[in-house]
Structures are given as C-alpha cells and as structure tokens.
C-alpha cells in the first residue's frame, strides 16, 4: 500500500509517518524543507520537495497513492488550498483523509479556521471519491511545551480558560489511531473525534507538572483577548493572533471539554494523559 502524507514535517505528520511505516505502508511525504524533513522523518519515507502550489508534482503523486492524508497549515485560504486538493485526488480516485481540528467549533458559524475546516469537510463529501475526517482535539505538543517554557523563564503559566477543561491529545496517539484510518477503507465517510482520556483545566494542569517536578507552578489567570494580545507582544502575525483568540474563547466556554473512545477503538489501547505526558518529557519542564 501506498500513502501520500502531506503536511508531514508539523507536529503531527512523523507521527502518523512513523505509524504507517510500523504498519508496513510505502510511504510518500511532502514538505519543502528536505534538510527538515530528513531530522523528523523516518528514513524509510519517499521525501517529495512540494508544496500545495505544486499540482503538477502532487497530481503524480495522487496517482500512485492509495490514500492521502489531507493536513495542511491553517491559514487565511487554507479551505481554498484544501478544496483544491481534493478536486486532485478526485481525478486521481485516490481515498482522502482529512485532518480538522476542535470538532465543537467545525460549523458554519464557528471560529473562522473551524469554518474553512467545515467547508472543506462538506467540499469533500460532495467528491465522488472514499473519505474519512478525523478531528483531533488540541495537541499536547502545542500547548505543554509552551506552558515549560513559561515556567522555565517566569516560573508561571497563564490561564485563559477559566475553569474549563480542554481534552488535550498526544500526537504519539493521534499517529497511530490516523494510520488505522488511512490503511482501513471500514472507515469511510466516517468523521471520528480524537481526544486524550481527561479534559484537566489548566490549575490541573499545572499541578501535574508541579507532582512531576518537586516545584510549585503559579497560574496566572488571563482573558483570552489578553493572551492574544501578549502573543502579539512576542511577534505572532495579526491573523495568528486572532485565530488564537478566536479559539481560547472557544476553549473557555468548555466546549472542547468532551472525551471520547475513538482513540482507544482505532488503537486497541487507551490515550495518554497530561500526566503520562508530562512525565515521558520531564525534561522540558526542568531548568
């Protein structure tokens, strides 16, 4: 079997990467950055120097794949980029799976990156080919080796969320629970929901790593605006900022609190915790 994986060089792709190499699978991967792709991917990938501007190269690739794995940046046309290559891999009868994201915002009148992942997600059952949607919650790899850093420089994290929970998910686990999906056509027009085992707060989360560590963490409680605006402060570009904001608000009002089974059913085991995380990169959170 043969599995094109764009977007493969991110948090995520090396893991789903290294998931369908264990399973056996010819594996192509795309990325502009070889000298990159060369630290994060298994040496047994196909590297395919590419981006979504390049059609010509992704439509050969579409031919030869049994299935693609659809992720890509967000961004402003990041549904235009998505839809486009879905209309490729039509032509090409190649089986898309879609990566989304927080599956509470995926509606037409959710944040704006959860609208452009609804549009895609509706483009794409409209194509006239097999698909599958996963939308992983938010990843452990984003947010807890952010909130080290803080409490290596401050000796403190912030809190935008309040009192609400956020299902956060390894992407250890998501690789793996992707690859049974890209591999089983079972799944088709199957749109699973991929969260870790809890949905901790953030003072929850800061007395994990305090139990882990042996050091007391301080949580500084912010609005999500306020978050936003300090990540300005530190150079993130106005639509990043506002995307960050848009989904702190969303995070805040706990509807990314929800867990569910996917990830255990897809797997066979069950999703690593914050805890387990935590522990299994200690390093991070050290000085």
Excluded at 45 to 58: G, I, K, S, Y
Excluded at 128 to 147: D, K, S
Excluded at 211 to 230: F, L
Excluded at 258 to 266: A, K, N
């Amino acid at each position: 079997m043969n599995v094109l994986v764009t977007g493969a060089t991110g948090k995520l792709g090396p893991h789903v990467v290294a998931a369908l190499h264990a399973r056996g699978v010819d594996v192509h991967a795309t990325a502009r950055d070889s000298r990159h792709a060369a630290e994060v991917l298994d040496p047994r990938t196909t590297f395919v120097a590419a981006d979504f501007a390049d059609t010509d190269v992704l439509a050969a690739e579409l031919e030869r794949a049994d299935a693609v794995l659809l992720l890509t940046p967000h961004g402003p046309r990041m549904a235009d980029t998505q839809c486009a290559l879905i209309d490729l891999a039509t032509k090409s009868r190649t089986r898309v799976v879609k990566v989304s994201g927080t599956s509470s915002g995926i509606r037409p009148d959710g944040p704006e990156t959860c609208r452009q992942h609804h549009a895609a997600e509706q483009h794409l059952a409209q194509a006239e080919i097999p698909w599958a949607v996963v939308r992983p919650n938010a990843f452990m790899q984003t947010l807890l080796p952010a909130m080290a850093a803080s409490i290596r420089d401050h000796g403190r994290i912030s809190n935008p969320l309040g009192t609400a929970g956020l299902s956060l998910v390894d992407c250890a686990d998501l690789g793996e629970a992707i690859a049974t999906v890209l591999i089983d056509p079972a799944h088709q027009g199957c749109r699973h929901v991929l969260t870790g085992p809890t949905a901790p707060t953030f003072h929850e989360i800061a007395a994990a790593i305090a139990a882990e560590t042996g050091k007391p963490v301080t949580v500084v409680d912010v609005t999500p605006s306020q978050a936003a605006d300090a990540a300005r402060a530190r150079g993130l570009d106005a639509w990043e900022a506002d995307h960050l904001q848009e989904m702190l608000a969303l995070f805040a009002g706990g509807t990314a609190e929800d867990v569910t089974d996917d990830v255990r059913s897809l797997t066979g085991r069950a999703p690593r915790s914050v805890a387990e995380y935590i522990h299994e990169h200690r390093h991070l959170f050290v000085t």
